[in-house]
Each structure stands twice: as C-alpha cells, then as structure tokens.
C-alpha cells in the first residue's frame, strides 16, 4: 500500500501553467504505476495521464495531449502534472493514483478501477 498526498492547484486564467505535485510514502514506490484523473461536478471520473514506472512511457488523454506532461522523482517518491495552456474545461478536481507495476516496466494503466490508492484531490479552476 501507498499512501499519496497531493498538492498545488488554484485558480488561473485560460492560458496560464500549473504544476501538481503527488508525493507517496512506502518502500516501493519505484515499481508503481502513477496516474492523474480528474473529475469536473456532474460528470465522471476521468482520465488524464499517466506514467510508468520506468518513467520512460507517459500517456494522455487526447484532450489534454500537447498540453500536460507527467513526470516522476523516484528519489523523493513524487510525481508531477505539469499543465500548459489551461483552459476552462480543464475545471476539475484531480487526482493522483498509484497501482503496483513492474519494476522498470513501460506500461500503465489508464482505467480508474484498476488503481488501488488514491490522493485527496486538489482542485483546479481556470477561468476565461
């Protein structure tokens, strides 16, 4: 088990940057899968971004493709979404996920029922 602790967000106008940072305890955290999914009010939990735990391999969704990027710190057990060229319809509240992998694998997960551990959520407003 992971446990995960997020942190950033705010509020930001169309076209401004945020980073979110993800920061997990536990010995293992090198052979996880990390994951970003959002959540806007009124709709379903969906899929961002994620990461191998190779660090070799990111994916995206189409709709943030370009625009976000993902990256992992194995050595202080953190990862980051770093969002460019925000726009409204990125409003939600995100989270970071973490499913065990193998180590030094280039795959990942990209459903949110396949993620075991969870952040609190951290929310994002951008505002046009």
């Known amino acids: 088990q992971v446990q995960l602790v997020q942190s950033g967000g705010g509020l930001v106008q169309a076209g401004s940057s945020l980073r979110l940072s993800c920061t997990a305890s536990?010995?293992?955290?090198?052979?996880?899968?990390m994951g970003w999914f959002r959540q806007a009010p009124g709709k379903e939990r969906e899929f961002v971004g994620a990461?191998?735990?190779?660090?070799?391999?990111?994916y995206f969704a189409d709709s943030v493709k370009g625009r976000f990027t993902i990256s992992r710190d194995d050595t202080k057990k953190m990862v980051y979404l770093q969002m460019n060229s925000l726009k409204p319809e990125d409003t939600a509240a995100y989270y970071c996920?973490?499913?065990?992998?193998?180590?030094?694998?280039?795959?990942?997960?990209?459903?949110?029922?396949?993620?075991?551990?969870w952040g609190q959520g951290t929310q994002v407003t951008v505002s046009s």
């Open positions: 990461i191998s735990s190779s660090g070799r391999r990111t």
């Open positions: 996920a973490a499913n065990p992998g193998t180590l030094y694998s280039d795959s990942a997960y990209f459903r949110s029922y396949d993620y075991l551990n």
């Open positions: 536990g010995r293992t955290f090198s052979s996880y899968v």
